[in-house]
């Protein structure tokens, strides 16, 4: 078991286990809504932290459309930028990932 105290942890870790290289082609800018991105074209799934006294670990919670991953990784930037959700970086990052992101999909698969 893990000694992980956060989501964002959780969602480093399981990035980190399954190769993220966190913003494809461009800047690191929003690194982490990256990452959870990442988890979520890789695994297909929604996850969430899971409390226990021996210890936390990231536990899957159900599935995950693309549509619906592109959609949390505009809500990240947006929720992160001092533009909120009027962000352009958010908007020109999802439309960069709702055009080229199929191949990237398509090659995701679930691994622990």
Known sequence: M???KTYEQGIRQKAGKLGSDGCSGVPEFYHWCCLEHDVHYRTHLRWR???THEGNYMVPF???TRRE??????????YRSKFGRFSP???WR???VRLFGQKGWNAGVYTE
Not at 69 to 77: L, M
């Open 94 to 96: 999802w439309a960069g």
């Open 49 to 51: 932290i899971h409390y």
């Open 69 to 78: 991953a592109d959609k949390e990784f505009r809500q990240c930037i947006q």
């Open 89 to 91: 970086m958010a908007s």
């Open 2 to 4: 893990s000694k992980l």
């Open 62 to 64: 159900g599935s995950i």
